[in-house]
């Protein structure tokens, strides 16, 4: 998201990459299991 939506934008962005990263250990984790 665009800076020019200010705070709202950072935080979104934040989550954004918090989810990606937690998705991605889920995944690994699956497949250490697997």
């Not at 705070?7 to 690994?28: H, L």
Request: charged share 20%.
């Amino acid at each position: 998201m665009p800076a020019r939506y200010g705070p709202i934008g950072t935080v979104w962005s934040r989550f954004y990459r918090w989810r990606q990263a937690a998705v991605v250990s889920v995944m690994g984790v699956e497949l250490i299991r697997a």
